[in-house]
């Protein structure tokens, strides 16, 4: 297990730092492969390890890491729920699902939980370092075939162009009062979009609308 000193709760890095990662899984050997791959980075490190998910909640409060790769299934705690007692704490938590779980449930709970990236185990490791970087920066990236199961939940009707506008810069990770900013409106008015963007997808978050959006062509995620 690694040791780091814990910084104020949310705040955000100094510029410069290194990109630091919690790894949750029960499995020893996968948490040794994920450590020779992310501490081999120039720019990341692994600041703690765990084995389940009550100590995935403990060492992330105690480590405040820019990023956590969280396995779905682990003994004490599992994934999702380990997901929402972070996320619950910490709103701007970075969770990145890394398992060999893709069913249509597993996706959805997770997501629903907070999750901002789910990748699969077989995922090429570029791709892993990838996500972790641009989940560090502000994006919702999951892998195709997880968008694929997660917005066959739902149909998607379409959007109209102000709409899109919002959706786009949504996926790009913005927060309301950034958006607000970018497009002058006031904050009930994008409140009501939202909403609307949400009935019309069929959806009940902003990750999964971003997710439907993409999946039916509606927008693109940011590159």
Do not use: C, W
């Amino acid at each position: 297990m690694a040791d780091g000193a814990a910084r104020t709760p949310d705040a955000p890095p100094d510029e410069g730092t290194k990109i630091r990662v919690l790894i949750a899984d029960d499995h020893a050997f996968i948490r040794l492969g994920l450590r020779g791959l992310i501490d081999a980075q120039p720019d990341m490190e692994v600041v703690a390890e765990a084995a389940d998910g009550v100590e995935a909640v403990r060492l992330y409060e105690a480590h405040r890491p820019d990023v956590a790769l969280m396995d779905l299934r682990m003994p004490a705690l599992e994934g999702p729920e380990a997901i929402a007692a972070i996320v619950r704490k910490h709103p701007q938590a970075n969770v990145v699902v890394l398992t060999t779980y893709d069913g249509d449930e597993d996706v959805y709970r997770a997501v629903q939980a907070g999750a901002r990236g789910y990748l699969l185990k077989d995922t090429f490791p570029e791709e892993t370092l990838s996500v972790i970087r641009s989940v560090r920066s502000g994006r919702r990236l999951f892998a195709p075939e997880v968008a694929a199961r997660l917005s066959a939940r739902s149909p998607g009707t379409a959007l109209n162009a102000h709409e899109r506008s919002i959706l786009a810069l949504v996926a790009k990770g913005l927060t309301n009062r950034e958006i607000q900013a970018v497009l002058s409106i006031a904050e009930g008015t994008l409140k009501h979009h939202l909403k609307r963007i949400f009935e019309k997808l069929e959806v009940t978050d902003r990750t999964e609308a971003a997710l439907v959006a993409v999946q039916h062509g509606i927008i693109r995620f940011p590159r």
